[in-house]
């Protein structure tokens, strides 16, 4: 496991990403390793597309001096090896765009008590792009890959970003996965891609938490296995390259030391965790909500006919939201909101609710929203250490030691100042 080290360049990294993202805010980060800035306000949860400027950022190493003229992907593990050029991937294979709520798999951590270590954020560590570029499918079929028997099989994918521990940034996902809806993007929201989020080329894994989603890709293997200590024994180069994948971004109790697994039996984050899965990986998205609008920064005041529009956003991973609820009395009751706009797999849905609070009422309510997963799986109400997790109670998403995944709809509520109208 890499040792825990500060980074100084961090700083002037956060330094020139704030002033490219003035809807951003920099993350508290206790061991002083991530570059990290999240959304500054709520109100970016008000809308579907997350613009640019309001769109998190997180990474461990500094990002590389990236030229799109020189830089290439090796493929290996297949039949054909070669390497692609960034013209290669742009004029020989088609493109497309797909929508993903990016969110990573530490937000919510801050909400975790006692507190864990390392990037305290709140709610501001998710948003929703266009990310547009290759089909995964297209390259591999081209390289001698059967796309119709995945097999059980991985892909590897190594980032090129230089590691500041020796853990060199590899991830693996599902081959099934990867052939199904996975991008190697080259821009977001319709402009090229910013440096910060993975220029000249990043892998997007739609519906799953952002640790997936591979920034700088130089290389995409296509393994047996997840990737084990013997998946690049070849480099023989006094790097790790396991780290990323199975010691951190694991769901764990307090001290434990995950083992190197080959393979899990589901990449459903959620039925990992209640099925018995040791350790669970952090893939597929936890079903999640959040409110918009109001935003809790300045007191709201009923319109003409009496109404205060709720507005947020809801996501489930892979899986679709079928439900959404809000309260506006702190969770003593319920009502269903309305579910609006554009609707793909692996992207947020907005939602809506009509508030009619009572007439000449003048004071704070706390708002609340949970969202429930085409599984029937709802948002537990709050984070708590458990003694025993071989069964995890309805209402309580576990502490964990390092804060993942965590989808509690009671820290996110959010307190609104009610002011009658004038007449």
């Given at each position: ?87 290669a ?33 709140t ?10 570029g ?7 079929e ?93 480099e ?42 040791t ?70 849905r ?33 984070i ?7 069964e ?32």
């Amino acid at each position: 496991m890499g040792e825990s080290t500060g980074r100084d360049s961090r700083h002037g990294e956060i330094d020139d990403i704030l002033e490219r993202k003035p809807g951003t805010r920099e993350a508290r980060d206790e061991e002083d390793r991530y570059t990290v800035v999240g959304a500054a306000s709520r109100e970016t949860f008000a809308d579907w597309l997350t613009p640019v400027e309001e769109h998190f950022v997180c990474h461990r190493n500094d990002i590389p001096d990236a030229d799109a003229e020189t830089w290439q992907v090796r493929v290996t593990g297949v039949d054909d090896g070669e390497s692609l050029s960034m013209e290669a991937l742009r004029e020989d294979y088609p493109t497309v765009a797909v929508a993903h709520t990016m969110e990573c798999a530490g937000n919510n951590r801050g909400q975790h008590d006692p507190e864990t270590g390392s990037v305290q954020w709140t709610w501001d560590a998710v948003g929703t792009a266009m990310w547009s570029g290759t089909p995964v499918r297209a390259v591999l079929e081209d390289r001698g890959v059967d796309v119709n028997d995945d097999s059980d099989r991985w892909l590897t994918a190594v980032g090129g970003d230089v590691p500041a521990d020796d853990d060199v940034y590899v991830k693996s996902i599902p081959l099934s996965k990867a052939l199904d809806d996975c991008v190697l993007a080259y821009e977001m929201n319709g402009e090229p891609l910013p440096v910060e989020h993975g220029y000249p080329v990043r892998l997007i894994v739609p519906g799953w938490y952002g640790t997936n989603s591979v920034k700088w890709v130089e290389e995409l293997r296509v393994t047996d296995t997840m990737v084990t200590d013997a998946t690049f024994a070849e480099e023989d180069d006094g790097r790790t390259y396991t780290y990323w994948q199975h010691g951190a971004y694991r769901i764990h109790p307090a001290d434990a030391e995950p083992e190197i697994e080959e393979t899990v039996p589901t990449t459903d984050t959620w039925e990992q965790l209640v099925g018995g899965v040791t350790h669970p990986y952090t893939f597929d998205e936890n079903v999640m909500s959040l409110i918009g609008e109001p935003d809790g920064e300045r007191p709201v005041t009923p319109d003409a006919d009496g109404r205060v529009e709720i507005r947020g956003v809801a996501w489930a991973g892979d899986d679709r939201v079928s439900r959404v609820e809000v309260s506006t009395d702190d969770g003593d009751t319920w009502h269903d909101a309305d579910l609006y706009g554009p609707d793909y797999s692996g992207a947020w849905r907005l939602f809506s609710y009509a508030w009619e609070p009572k007439t000449e009422f003048d004071g704070t309510v706390t708002l609340l929203s949970r969202a429930t997963d085409e599984n029937g799986r709802t948002q537990p109400s709050r984070i708590a250490v458990l003694d025993d997790w071989a069964e995890v109670p309805e209402d309580v998403y576990p502490w964990n030691e390092g804060g993942y995944a965590a989808n509690a709809y009671r820290p996110n509520g959010v307190e609104v100042r009610v002011t009658p109208r004038d007449e």
